[in-house]
T-cell receptor, first 116, second 112 residues
């Protein structure tokens, strides 16, 4: 079973459209993340979310919004898509483990978004 | 917030040689330092990690060292093989935080 899964894997859409990327984890983790990986391969944190708080990277435009219907899901909704939004978006999750330590982050397979 | 710097951005080595990638971090509260390998078109996957109560950790051909005083940590790959070719990312996180901060990545090429 895939631990962190994202859909779709590829997404091609026109400028101005609204789209969503879904993410689900079956690891029982309590924290989920969205990362953006641009053409230079930089992994930039966009959001982190657990059942207590949402942390938003201040550089993320408010056209991007995370939506969490439950602990196992963190979807990414994007309004008014722009050319510069083209990138690979990764969902990830982690957990607090024994001794109040953070676990590794497990990544989904990524969603390649192309805005035309 | 945390700032993680990673060097070099690209690295080419001959098969069988060693490769070293270095990272520095800014926040002394960071206490968990994972390393990820990302093959072309794939997801980043953990290859080794180290916590702040340990100075060195080894797993077969891969080792990581941590200097908390200097706030830097390094990945060492010995006896490199062509399948080690990938992009490697270091990261820093806090046990009580909710974020992983990644370095800018190192593209490693192992030449057969």
């Amino acid at each position: 079973d895939t631990a962190v899964s994202q859909t779709p894997k590829y997404l091609v859409t026109q400028m101005g459209n609204d789209k969503s990327i879904k993410c689900e984890q079956n690891l029982g983790h309590d924290t989920m993340y969205w990362y953006k990986q641009d053409s230079k391969k930089f992994l930039k944190i966009m959001f982190s979310y657990n059942n207590k708080e949402l942390i938003i990277n201040e550089t993320v435009p408010n056209r991007f919004s995370p939506k969490s219907p439950d602990k196992a899901h963190l979807n990414l909704h994007i309004n008014s898509l722009e050319l510069g939004d083209s990138a690979v978006y990764f969902c990830a999750s982690s957990q607090e483990i024994t001794g109040r330590r953070i676990s590794e982050a497990f990544f989904g397979q990524g969603t390649r978004l192309t805005v035309v | 917030g945390e700032n993680v710097e990673q060097h070099p951005s690209t690295l080419s080595v001959q098969e069988g040689d060693s490769a070293v990638i270095k990272c520095t971090y800014s926040d002394s509260a960071s206490n968990y330092f994972p390393w990820y390998k990302q093959e072309l078109g794939k997801r980043p996957q953990l290859i080794i990690d180290i916590r702040s109560n340990v100075g060195e950790k080894k797993d077969q051909r891969i080792a990581v060292t941590l200097n908390k005083t200097a706030k830097h940590f390094s990945l060492h790959i010995t006896e490199t093989q062509p399948e080690d070719s990938a992009v490697y990312f270091c990261a820093a996180a806090q046990n009580t935080g909710n974020q992983f901060y990644f370095g800018t990545g190192t593209s490693l090429t192992v030449i057969p």
